[in-house]
């Protein structure tokens, strides 16, 4: 028997207004409804996630969306934290980003990114990536404190 999907909750953290509304007609597209937050820089992602300021009461995230050209901290930067934060690298990181370079995917990977996903130049495609990150980490991906 199947047992229905429950939403998760999805991190954001991107500062191209463009890329959060495409994202976000992505996940609103799909069928189960996660909850999307979104932050607009490094500093605003450790805030989240480690619940200060007006983060206060922000839930931990089951996937962290991560762009790496970010202001203040940028992505590799909040990425490193992540993964040697013992309280936070279970969270699994995706990198999103419009880099192809083969030194930024490399360095994503030895700071145990997830993922790596380039966004692709086309809206349509953008949101198929989108959709299809989603749709992994919800129905095949096993989650840590999810069933």
Do not use: C, W
Not at 56 to 68: H, K, S
Not at 107 to 132: E, G, M
């Amino acid at each position: 028997m199947n047992t229905p999907l429950q939403p998760i909750e999805v991190l954001l953290v991107e500062d191209d207004a463009g890329d959060e509304l495409m994202t976000r007609e992505a996940f609103e597209d799909n069928k189960i409804r996660n909850t999307l937050h979104v932050v607009r820089d490094g500093q605003e992602a450790l805030d989240f996630l480690y619940r200060r300021t007006r983060y206060e009461g922000a839930p931990r995230p089951d996937l962290i969306l991560l762009d790496l050209n970010l202001p203040k901290y940028d992505g590799r930067q909040v990425l490193e934290k992540i993964k040697t934060d013992p309280a936070l690298a279970s969270i699994p990181v995706v990198v999103l980003t419009t880099s192809s370079a083969e030194e930024d995917i490399l360095r994503s990977y030895k700071l145990h990114a997830n993922a790596y996903v380039t966004k692709p130049v086309d809206l349509d495609q953008f949101i198929a990536a989108v959709r299809q990150i989603d749709e992994f980490f919800v129905t095949v991906v096993r989650l840590p404190g999810r069933q």
